[in-house]
Structure formats: C-alpha cells, structure tokens
C-alpha cells in the first residue's frame, strides 16, 4: 500500500480518463464542450495531487520498476501543465474548423499516462511500455483527419518508423538483460563493470537503446519521420506533438543514460557527440529551404534536439540541469509557435505557409509581437528565454573540455537564426495579406499572451528555473 500511495497521481488520471471517456459515450454529439472540461478537470485534479504531495526525496518502488523523486514529479507536472494548454489550443482550431474531435482530448489523456510511466521508470521494461502506451496514442492522434490524405501518409511514416525503432530499443535492452541479469536501472549502474565480449555486447545493447532515444528526440539521422508528421498531422496534434512528449524523452534519456548506463558514457557521449553535431547541422541548414512554418518549425526541433544533446553528453549533474533547463524553454516556445499557427488558422485555410504571418504585426500588433518574441528567443537573441537556455548547455560544454563542439553549435546557432528572422520580416515589413485582425476566442488569446510573456520572464529571470533544475538533479552528480 506504500507503493501505491506514490502513484496516486498515476491512478488517478488513469481512473479520470476513464471516466472521460464515458462521458464521452453519453454526451450530446452536438459540441465536445463536456468532454474539453472533463479532460481539464481531469488534469486540474492531478496537478493538485503533484502540489500538495511533493516528494523530499527519492523512492523506489514495486520491487524496484519505479522511482518517485523530485525531478520526475518536476517534469510531470509540466508535463500536465503543457498538456492543458494545449488542450485550450486545440479547442480554438476545432471550433473555428467546426469539427467535432473528442478523440483528440481522450487520446492525449492517455499519452500523458503514458509519459507520467515513462518519467517514473526505474526498469528498462517499464521505459518500454510507457513508451509504447504514448506512441501507440500519438499514432492515432496524427491519423484523426481520415479526409486528409497528408495526415493518412503522415500517420502511416510514424507508425513504420516508430514500430522499427520500438523493436531496436527492444533488441537493445535485450542484450544489456543479457550482459547484466537484470532490467533494474540502479542494478544495471552497478553491473556495467564488465570487461571482454560481455563489454562488446554491453556496448552494442547501449548503441541499440540510443536509437530507440534518439528516435524520440528526432534527431539526426533518426528524424525522417519528424518534418512530414508536423506537416500532415492537424496543427493541434502538431503543437501536442512537439511539446509534452518531449519532456518524457528527455526524462527517458536521463533515466537509462544517467541511472543505468553512467559507468560507460565515455562511450554513449561519443555517440550523442556525433548524433549533436549532425542534427545542429541538418536542421538549421534544410529549415532554411522551407516555405511552411510547420515544416519549418519540424527542422528547427532537430537543431534544437541537439543542443539538448550537448548538456546530456556532458555525463554530470550540471549538464543533466542545463539539459533540463533546455528542454523546458523549448517546449514552451515550440507551444508558442504552433499556437500563433492555430491563431491565423480560418475555418478554410491552415495558414501554416510563412507567407501567411505577412503583416501580422500590422494586422494584430500585439500577436505580432508575441511571436517576435518567440523567434527571438529561438534564435538565442538575449535576453530571452531561449538565450538562457543554450548559454547553460554551451557553458557545460566548455566546462566538459568540449571548445571545438560549441564553436561549432554557436556557428549554427548564427546559421539558425537567419530563417526566425525572416519570419520576423515578414511580419513587420511585408504587406499584410488581408485588414482583418486574426480571429481567436477569448481563451485562446489569453494562452497565447501568458505562453509569450512566459519567454520574458524566464529570460529576464532564469536563474529561479535554473536553481529547480540543479536541486532536483543533484541525484546523478555522481
């Protein structure tokens, strides 16, 4: 019953989306007004849980399959956070679509569950099955617009795709079973001192485990799935896509790569070195080639995965925290982005082309600069957020005795930035498209403001985020 009390949370949402679900069944086809509340309430409930039950420390759980410590519950309560905004974003796109799509909300409850397991997982067998539970979802949340030929194609690309990384981080935990007896993480750390061909096999299971990862991430060159998904998937399963999600693929990095795989990251560093590299340099320089801001923001993910990647292969607490910094400020600018895309959206045209921000800044001067200040802080321009972010990870990377690894990623940094501010042209400079101000509700106006003015507080005072990030990881300075 202990261990049960410490995922209280966990059942919870699973026993709410349940019940969302019938609701679902019984309400009037006429409007998913009932199943958008339910499903917010739902997560109101279990953010609450996550307030008033914050862990001291770090405690293991059902015969050692899961771990309950502060940087985990962090990580999911922004999780939940940025799975309700989205949520008010997605209402805004189906009503001015006049779609009904209660899927949408359900599905995304059960990804969260997926990504609240995968957070908490202390065994390689529960990483696998949180895994699963969030892709099988999000499959099925890219192919909702049966009518849309794209979003059939793109469903198709990330169901292969996922299912062959799936079995690679399959096979991969399958052979680090094999060397070491176990799937515990903590016991994994401490029978990794293997020596001969059981270290061969080790090796190869850690190179197998990294593309299941890496796939996640997007990065280079496991990201082909990536920019045709952000295409074709609706603009709301977009925005859901690249935010939520990629806070469990950073806590799943950091779970094998950090608990179980510490006592090789000679090895896996030198194999995030190659996967940074490569993605800093495919998506800043293919995002500028790019005419839809959806595709465009796609590779702009790669890039920014990345830099992720430089904090993680620093092995130590305070890249882990840079790290973590990193891919909280990214979420909420990539949130920021595909929501200024669903506020032009009309009821017959996506507006997802960048020549479709054309004097938005003359049409709406307060969205116009809402999102200059999110391409502001994506391109790294102080003092935003997004500076921040890559100062931390950049710093590590020196500290770690990386000097020719930031020279490149500011390069690409500078090489980045060209295609955030021609976006900010266009908005300023170019001749609007149309008079009319973008139509948006009430709510999602406001989601928009607070998503935006967030960026400038973040950068204006990083260092309040910045001290959570390196308390709650102090557990892997080792």
Request: charged share 10%; proline share 3%; net charge neutral.
């Amino acid at each position: 019953m202990t261990d049960v009390g410490l995922i209280i949370p966990e059942i919870t949402l699973l026993s709410l989306a349940s019940c969302v679900l019938l609701v679902d069944v019984f309400r009037s086809k006429a409007s998913n007004a009932v199943t958008f509340w339910a499903a917010v309430v739902a997560l109101l409930v279990v953010l609450s849980q996550f307030a008033l039950y914050f862990p001291n420390g770090s405690a293991i759980a059902f015969f050692g399959t899961a771990k309950i410590d502060p940087m985990g519950t962090v990580l999911k309560a922004l999780t939940l956070v940025l799975v309700l905004l989205s949520f008010f974003y997605a209402r805004d796109y189906f009503n001015k679509k006049s779609i009904q799509v209660s899927e949408f909300f359900i599905l995304a409850l059960f990804a969260t569950i997926g990504m609240l397991v995968l957070i908490s997982a202390n065994s390689l067998l529960v990483v696998y099955l949180g895994l699963e539970l969030l892709s099988l979802s999000l499959y099925s949340m890219v192919a909702m617009n049966r009518d849309s030929a794209e979003s059939a194609e793109a469903a198709m690309k990330y169901f292969i795709l996922g299912a062959l990384a799936s079995g690679m981080l399959l096979y991969g935990i399958s052979m680090l079973y094999g060397v070491s007896g176990t799937l515990q993480l903590d016991e994994l750390l401490a029978r990794s001192e293997v020596v001969g061909q059981e270290r061969l096999l080790l090796i190869f299971g850690v190179v197998f485990v990294i593309v299941g990862i890496a796939f996640k991430l997007g990065v280079v060159p496991f990201h082909m799935w990536l920019p045709d998904v952000y295409q074709g998937a609706s603009t709301p399963v977009t925005l859901f896509l690249g935010t939520a999600p990629k806070i469990a693929a950073f806590a799943m990095a950091i779970r094998i790569l950090a608990d179980g795989l510490q006592g090789v990251s000679e090895q896996w560093a030198g194999m995030l070195i190659i996967l940074a590299v490569l993605s800093m340099s495919v998506g800043n320089i293919v995002a500028i080639a790019q005419t839809n801001m959806k595709r465009m923001l796609a590779y702009s993910t790669i890039a920014h995965m990345g830099f992720l990647l430089l904090g993680i292969l620093a092995a130590n607490n305070s890249g882990y925290a840079a790290s973590m910094f990193y891919v909280i400020v990214y979420t909420i600018m990539s949130m920021g982005a595909f929501g200024a895309v669903i506020l032009l959206s009309q009821a017959n045209n996506e507006s997802d082309r960048i020549v479709d921000f054309s004097g938005l800044a003359k049409r709406s001067p307060w969205f116009g600069f809402i999102m200059l200040v999110i391409m502001f802080s994506m391109a790294g321009v102080p003092p935003f957020a997004g500076f921040w972010a890559k100062w931390y990870v950049l710093k590590e990377v020196v500290a770690a005795g990386f000097v020719w690894l930031a020279g490149l990623a500011v390069l690409f940094s500078i090489i980045g930035a060209y295609y955030y501010l021609r976006v900010v042209k266009i908005m300023y400079f170019d001749d609007a498209t149309g008079n009319d101000a973008p139509e948006a509700s009430e709510d999602m106006k406001l989601v928009l403001s607070v998503n935006g003015l967030a960026i400038v507080l973040l950068g204006l005072l990083p260092g309040a985020l910045m001290s959570i990030c390196v308390i709650v990881t102090i557990q892997y300075s080792g």
